[in-house]
Nanobody, 115 residues
Framework: QVQVVESGGGLVQPGGSLRLSCVVS????????LGWYRQAPGNKRELVAS???????NYEDSVKGRFTISRDNAKNMVYLQMNSLKPEDTAVYLC?????????WGQGTQVTVSS
């Protein structure tokens, strides 16, 4: 059984930082491409950052230079370091792992950026 569990969300002031974590079980983790998505109320889900199984990364334009995705294959973990947070970063952040036609989602963790 595959499980994807995010953590690390919360309330932070503008300009602050958060580190999201995602632990995955039940798969050959190192084979999988990874992604962090976010979805704000009334908006469609968008890809924020991704990392291939080979380590290549991509970022959505609005987070470039502020967010960093990383992975630890030994621990089956994926992280999203978020710095210089803005109110528009407020959303539910979801972890996704995929390999070929297989893909799995976590339940998400809420990030709220507000003073």
């Amino acid at each position: 059984q595959v499980q994807v569990v995010e953590s690390g969300g919360g309330l932070v002031q503008p300009g602050g930082s958060l580190r999201l974590s995602c632990v995955v079980s039940g798969i050959r983790f190192s084979f999988y491409d990874l992604g962090w998505y976010r979805q704000a109320p009334g908006n469609k889900r968008e890809l924020v950052a991704s990392m291939s199984s080979g380590g290549s990364t991509n970022y959505e334009d609005s987070v470039k230079g502020r967010f960093t995705i990383s992975r630890d294959n030994a621990k089956n973990m994926v992280y999203l370091q978020m710095n210089s947070l803005k109110p528009e970063d407020t959303a539910v952040y979801l972890c996704n792992v995929k390999y070929s036609f297989l893909g799995y989602w976590g339940q998400g963790t809420q990030v709220t950026v507000s003073s």
